[in-house]
């Protein structure tokens, strides 16, 4: 047997916190206690938001007045290079001059667009250097440094609330993915970093899609909205904070 000592030590030489596995040895988390300590988060912050607001008329560069922009997060990750690429050519299908916002974790804007770049070439979907699609991408991403995870997106609130006027769709599918960390770990990144998302949908005129995960539900296969919550504890930390995520989400959408 490995003592809980043994673990936390572990987990701190190789993850650099003991917050996983502090979690698992001395908190209980109790679900619908989560939940509602989550919507108060988001009720909270979105007053707190509102003294920040900014009515400027001068835009940051990444914006036109006339440009129709949506966010997509996750998009240095798997499944986002994908979605952004099927959105890109849905947008030019139907001829739509929507700009695609990415928000990336960067030191600037510009290594965020490399870093969308090297994500999607990665994968074999950037277009070829010099090509009209080439051109077509570049014209079409709006590569952002930021990070989900802060209240104010890591944009800075004269940026967020800019781009809240101009925001017609969001699709949040960013997450932290790990299989061995605990929901206290995850919760910072997945369940705080939805908060912050729905926080900047619920002051823009735009429709908010969420993308969550099959993870949470295990061996459960009631096709059912509502699983339940004393199944979470046989899936990992990463499927339970998906499943508080989602509840947030869901919990906004009947405002």
Not at 50 to 59: F, N, Y
Not at 205 to 227: A, D, Q, R, W
Request: with cysteine; proline share 2%; charged share 20%.
């Amino acid at each position: 047997l490995v003592s809980a000592s043994s673990l936390i030590e572990l987990e701190a030489a190789l993850f650099g916190s003991t917050l996983a596995i502090t979690s698992l040895t001395s908190r209980k988390v109790t679900w619908e206690k989560e939940i509602t300590m989550s919507w108060q988060l988001l009720e909270n912050l979105y007053s707190e938001s509102l003294k920040h607001k900014h009515d400027q008329s001068t835009l940051p560069p990444f914006i036109a007045s006339n440009d129709k922009l949506c966010l997509v997060t996750g998009t240095s990750g798997f499944l986002g290079a994908f979605l952004l690429v099927k959105l890109l050519a849905v947008s030019a299908t139907c001829s739509s001059s929507e700009k695609f916002v990415c928000l990336v974790r960067a030191e600037n804007d510009g290594v965020a667009l490399e870093r969308v770049k090297e994500n999607l070439s990665h994968y074999d979907l950037w277009p070829p250097v010099g090509s009209e699609d080439e051109r077509t991408f570049l014209e079409s991403i709006v590569a952002v440094a930021g990070d989900f995870s802060k209240e104010d997106l890591g944009i800075g609130w004269i940026r967020f609330w800019a781009l809240s006027k101009h925001l017609k769709r969001i699709f949040h599918c960013g997450a932290i993915v790990n299989s061995t960390l605990s929901y206290t770990s995850h919760f910072a990144s997945n369940v705080k970093g939805t908060i912050n998302v729905l926080n900047l949908a619920r002051h823009s005129p735009c429709v908010f899609h969420f993308i969550s995960t099959l993870g949470f539900l295990g061996g459960h296969k009631t096709e059912s909205f509502n699983v339940p919550t004393s199944h979470l504890e046989q899936v990992g930390g990463y499927g339970q904070s998906k499943w508080v995520a989602e509840q947030i989400v869901y919990l906004a959408h009947k405002m």
